[in-house]
């Protein structure tokens, strides 16, 4: 059984940093592209960072380039999201997203249950 479990999210003020990690178990984490997702509300999900199987191509929503940086440690199955910077526009509940194809964007085959993030002003 797959399952993909995030932690990190919670209260910050604006400019303020979080680290979110999901942590895999029950598929070859390092077989499939892994990523963020965010959904806020009233909006729809959208994928905020996207990393290959590799580490080796990444991926950002226009709005958190120079803010975020999506990473893996494969040894681990552990995949994290730095936030710097943050905005309250960056509030949301943020979703680990697996593939098991090269690249989330292809296609998710398993969320987390994911973990909010609020960005006071």
């Known amino acids: 059984q797959v399952e993909l479990v995030e932690s990190g999210g919670g209260l910050v003020q604006a400019g303020g940093s979080l680290r979110l990690s999901c942590t895999a178990s029950?598929?070859?984490?390092?077989?499939?592209?892994m990523g963020w997702f965010r959904q806020a509300p009233g909006l729809e999900r959208e994928l905020v960072a996207a990393?290959?199987?590799?580490?080796?191509?990444?991926d950002y929503l226009n709005s958190v380039k120079g803010r975020f940086a999506i990473s893996r440690d494969n040894a681990k199955n552990t995949l994290y999201l730095q936030m710097n910077s943050l905005k309250p526009e960056d509030t949301a509940v943020y979703y680990c997203?697996?593939?098991?194809?090269?690249?989330?964007?292809?296609?998710?085959?398993?969320w987390g249950k994911g973990t909010l993030v609020t960005v006071s002003s």
């Open positions: 029950g598929l070859t984490f390092s077989r499939g592209g």
């Open positions: 990393i290959s199987w590799s580490g080796g191509n990444t």
């Open positions: 997203a697996a593939s098991a194809r090269v690249i989330v964007q292809s296609g998710v085959d398993y």
